[in-house]
C-alpha cells in the first residue's frame, strides 16, 4: 500500500519538525512575563494539540502527495509547514509578537486555501485540515491579544 510507505515520511518531516522546533523554541521567562488574555489557555494543552494536529497535517501531505503531488494543494501543504515552523521562533526565540501575527495570519489563509484546493483532490485530507483550521484561527486571536496587551 503506497500509503503505508509514504507516510513515515511525512510523519518524520512534520511530526518531528515540529517537535524539533518546539523544543529549540520553548517558551520561557520571557513568555511568562507577558500580560495575556483572559482566554488564554493553559501551557500544558498546547503540546497535545500541537501532536495531533502533526499527525494530521502529516497523513493529509502524505495522502495528497499520493495523489497530485504537483496541485495547487500540495503547493499549499508545503507553503502550511514552512509558516508554521516559522512562527514559533519569530514569537518566542525573536520577541517578534507583530511579524509572528503577520506569519499567523499567512498560516491561516494558506490552511484555508488548502482544505479549498485539497476538497477536489481528496475530500478527507480537506477535512483533516479543519480542526488546524480552528487552532489556527485560535491562536491568531491569541497572538493579537498578546500584541495589544503589550
Known sequence: MPLL???????VLVVGGGLAVGYLTA???WYEGLEKPVFNPPNWIFGPVWAVLYVLIAVAGARIWLRERRSNA????????????AWSPTFFSLHMIGPALVIILLLAATVIGFIIASWRVDRPSALMFLPYAAWVLFAGLLNGAILTLN
Open 74 to 85: 500540495m503547493h499549499l501543504w508545503w507553503m502550511q509547514l514552512v509558516l508554521n515552523f
Open 5 to 11: 510507505r509514504t507516510l513515515p515520511f511525512f510523519l
Open 27 to 29: 517558551p520561557g521567562t
